[in-house]
T-cell receptor, first 113, second 114 residues
């Protein structure tokens, strides 16, 4: 049972436009969410996170939105740049639990110049 | 130098062989993890360790074992490798503080079992 789902395996966006990556989860106990970015031949790198007490967190061009009632989070990248082309993973955890993260399957973003 | 170093970066071996993947870190983190990545399945946790004396199974630990030799070293072993263990393996670390600490990943070991 996949507790964290990224239903879009891939996404293409024009440079300068907005990229929206989506993630759904099923476990209502998750209270902390993260996005990671992965380039080929490298490990995932932490991008941005959000606690369940917030509905939005922003860091430069990256904004994460959390909709707890819908068990949905999204990552917005504005404006998108060719260097943003990578695989993006969302992850969720229960902060009072065993500190394990459950990862989604990833979305490959391609930003077209 | 990388904060989380995995060796080897690539390995091809035969079914039945014993294999060890090594991970070392200079971040000073107590917590270390081993994941595998398969196409379409994301990252799945194999084992994790919160300190040298604490080892825990993850969701897919069968066929694997680990050793935490020191705070900075965490190795993953495949006692008798089988082809469906062909995957990309990642080691990660995190600081203490609950489930809100980002994990820091090595660059991975690509393992192929023939």
């Amino acid at each position: 049972d996949q507790q964290v789902k990224q239903n879009s395996p891939s996404l293409s966006v024009q440079e300068g436009r907005i990229s929206i990556l989506n993630c759904d989860y099923t476990n209502s106990m998750f209270d902390y969410f993260l996005w990671y970015k992965k380039y080929p031949a490298e490990g995932p790198t932490f991008l941005i996170s959000i606690s369940s007490i917030k509905d939005k967190n922003e860091d430069g061009r990256f904004t994460v939105f959390l909709n707890k009632s819908a068990k949905h989070l999204s990552l917005h990248i504005v404006p998108s740049q060719p260097g943003d082309s990578a695989v993006y993973f969302c992850a969720a955890s229960i902060t009072s639990g065993t500190y394990k993260y459950i990862f989604g399957t990833g979305t490959r973003l391609k930003v077209l110049a | 130098d990388a904060d989380v170093t995995q060796t080897p970066r690539n390995r091809i071996t035969k079914t039945g062989k014993r294999i060890m993947l090594e991970c070392s870190q200079t971040k000073g983190h107590d917590r270390m993890y081993w994941y595998r990545q398969d196409p379409g399945l994301g990252l799945r946790l194999i084992y994790y360790s919160f300190d040298v004396k604490d080892i825990n199974k993850g969701e897919i630990s069968d066929g694997y074992s680990v050793s935490r030799q020191a705070q900075a070293k965490f190795s993953l072993s495949l006692e008798s490798a089988i082809p469906n263990q062909t995957a990309l393996y990642f080691c990660a670390t995190s600081a203490p503080g609950g489930g809100n600490q980002p994990q820091h990943f090595g660059d991975g070991t690509r393992l192929s079992i023939l």
